[in-house]
């Protein structure tokens, strides 16, 4: 974030602790965020309240990425971001931008995009336009979103994609430096996830990640952060040795560590909704001790606020017919053991 946008309770919190004298000074809190759907706002007031309720930043879930934003090579539709932009403004929330650059999440007319120079072109337009509108309430942008092939075969296995096969592997070069000449003070991350199972897949993508981490901040490219997105899976143990000793060296390269999209997938967990529960409760604080372990995070966000709005269905429906309980908060709002870890580690824990 940048340093002097204070957010109303870290203020609220200095105050108490500069009260409560020198002993009780503790750290800032690690700001709570959810991502959230614009198109929902208008119809769910216990929704509204239960994201002002919980979060200091708020994420769209879909309204910044280029399928939204580019319906048409002319045309830039901001719609849907300012309604994000106005919400977390009408709350007192800050807004984290996602994303910039992804092979995911695009229009079909990106694909007609044939040469590297129209790719060049068309990546400098629309980093620069996005960037540019946002640029008072967004400081904090997931500039390239998942560059790691989905299951990596060696540590230099990147995703396939309209912007590698068009323009090389240098598109996440050519993204940063875009974004950094626009708005140099923001902050950049670089945005992955499946890095944090104790599974060898999970392991071999962590090492390519941090490879190409590594080589992009020797060559200078102005990365100033990265994204644990964290779709956590119920059943699998969390590596939580490789975790700290990753987010440590992030650290210590000088880069900013945040949690950006945690949710725990209870496909495979039992039926019973208490024991269930404290699983995702459990898996979420196994996460989070190994990520604190290593580094205070900047930010702990989840990929929604409640069970009741959830991507989880699209690909991990339950076989049992149950419904999916990944979030915080419970398909009716009320609040499951998840949320308690959430803010014990945003308190520091
Ligand atoms: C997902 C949204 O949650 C879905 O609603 C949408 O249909 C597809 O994208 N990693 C990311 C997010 O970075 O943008 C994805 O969001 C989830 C995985």
């Known amino acids: ?24 000074r503790a750290a800032p809190r690690v700001p709570l965020g959810a991502a959230a759907n614009h ?26 990425k280029w399928a939204e934003i580019r319906p ?16 977390a403004k009408s709350h007192g929330l800050q807004v984290r931008g996602h994303t910039l650059v992804w092979c995911e999440g695009n229009p079909p007319w990106l694909k007609t995009i044939a040469s590297a120079s129209d790719a060049e072109s068309e990546l400098r337009q629309h980093i620069t336009r996005v960037v540019e509108r946002y640029r008072a309430p967004i400081d904090d942008w997931d500039v390239v979103n998942e560059p790691i092939a989905e299951k990596p075969r060696s540590t ?8 590698p096969s068009r323009l090389g592997p240098r598109y996440i070069d050519k993204a940063f430096h875009i974004a950094a000449e626009v708005a140099p ?19 071999l993508k962590r090492a390519a990640f941090r490879r190409l981490i590594l080589d992009l901040k020797e060559r200078g490219v102005p990365l100033t952060g990265v994204g644990l997105q964290a779709h956590l899976d119920g059943s699998t143990e969390i590596d939580s040795e490789g975790v700290s000793a990753f987010c440590a060296e992030m650290h210590r390269a000088g880069l900013d560590v945040l949690v950006t999209e945690l949710d725990v997938n209870d496909f495979q967990l039992p039926a019973d909704i208490a024991e269930r529960d404290a699983i995702v409760a459990k898996r979420t604080e196994q996460f989070l001790s190994a990520v604190f372990a290593g580094c205070r995070p900047k930010l702990i966000c989840t990929w929604g606020i409640t ?18 309980r990944p979030l915080p908060l419970d398909a009716s709002f009320a609040e499951k053991p998840m949320l308690r870890v959430l803010q014990r580690f945003s308190r520091g824990a």
């Open 39 to 64: 198109y929902i706002f208008p119809n769910d007031a216990v929704y509204r309240a239960a994201i002002a309720k919980h979060c200091d930043v708020i994420v769209a879930e879909g309204a910044m």
């Open 156 to 163: 230099t296995d990147l995703r396939d994609g309209i912007w």
């Open 72 to 87: 048409s090579r002319d045309e830039f539709n901001f719609a849907a971001g300012d309604a994000t932009v106005a919400f």
């Open 307 to 324: 069970d009741k709005h959830t991507w989880m269905p699209m690909w991990f429906k339950r076989r049992d017919g149950l419904a999916n």
């Open 1 to 24: 974030m940048h340093p002097l946008r204070l957010h109303r309770r870290s203020v609220l919190a200095g105050i108490v602790a500069a009260l409560a004298g020198p002993s009780a």
């Open 185 to 203: 003070r923001q902050r950049r991350v670089l945005n992955e996830y499946a890095i944090e199972a104790a599974t060898p897949r999970d392991t």
